[in-house]
């Protein structure tokens, strides 16, 4: 629950609707919700209202509304690396053959924000606009690798260790050797540690300064791909995040660029 009064409890019914993924009824969401019923209810009214939600009488159902997609759409243009990161891409798609992710962090936990499909796809838990956890998916370490002092360590206590599979790691300080490991390397891997069957490897998107922006991974199937074939990929994939990171680090700061160039 929230702590930021009362918006802060408008967003967590927001939280509530679209975690359903789907329409839904008063009475389900009554049932998850920490808020009592005429609470509950007034804040479900005040989001229909301002279009951040949307009511269907008929069904009696609630989803998200156009005013929230208008503003998803805005937060992705402006906020997220996908429009930069698109062609990028692309490329390496369709030079791997195997699932692209683009991730960034958020709550400490990994947002898929773009994903590009392998040329024979296969079913896995991500998609663009979806939340897992970063502690055993490659994307997730690589970013948490390039987290620093009480960021990292917040962000740690918040992971959940659960063991979804033999390979997850399952405490902070297993967690925190592979952090290690990855910041030596340059990139880490997903170890069938979140899906059985499912590998991957992964490397952060930094700026010039090494300021963390997000990660990139190519993923397959244990089926057609192992871990020693995708680390051959290394190379390529460290290439696409820097030229990635060059132009976000363009994009959003420019006024820093402009400084430095006006002071020498």
Partial sequence: MSGDGTVGKALDVLEQVAAFERPVRFGELQEKSPYPKATLYRFLQTLTNQGMLSYEPERQTYAMGMRLVRLAHAAWTTSSLAPIARPYLDQLSAETGETVHLAQLDASQ?????????????????????????????????????????????????????????????????????????????????????????????????????????????????????????????????????????EAEAWRFPETRQQKVETT
Wanted: charged share 25%; glycine share 8%.
């Fill in 110 to 246: 990994v947002l898929y924000v773009d994903k590009r499909n392998a040329k024979n796809p296969v079913e896995m838990y991500s998609q663009a606009g979806k939340v897992g956890p970063a502690y055993c998916t490659g994307v997730g370490k690589a970013m948490l690798a390039y987290v620093e002092g009480e960021a990292l360590e917040r962000a740690i206590a918040q992971q959940s260790f659960h063991r979804f599979t033999p390979t997850t790691l399952a405490d902070p300080e297993s967690l925190r050797k592979e952090l290690t490991e990855i910041r030596a390397r340059g990139y880490g891997f997903d170890r069938e540690e979140h899906e059985p069957g499912i590998v991957c490897i992964a490397v952060p998107i930094l700026t010039n300064g090494n300021r963390m922006l997000g990660a990139l991974s190519v993923t397959g199937p244990t089926s057609r791909t192992s871990l020693d074939q995708l680390e051959n990929l290394a190379p390529r994939i460290l290439e696409t995040a820097k030229r990635i990171g060059e």
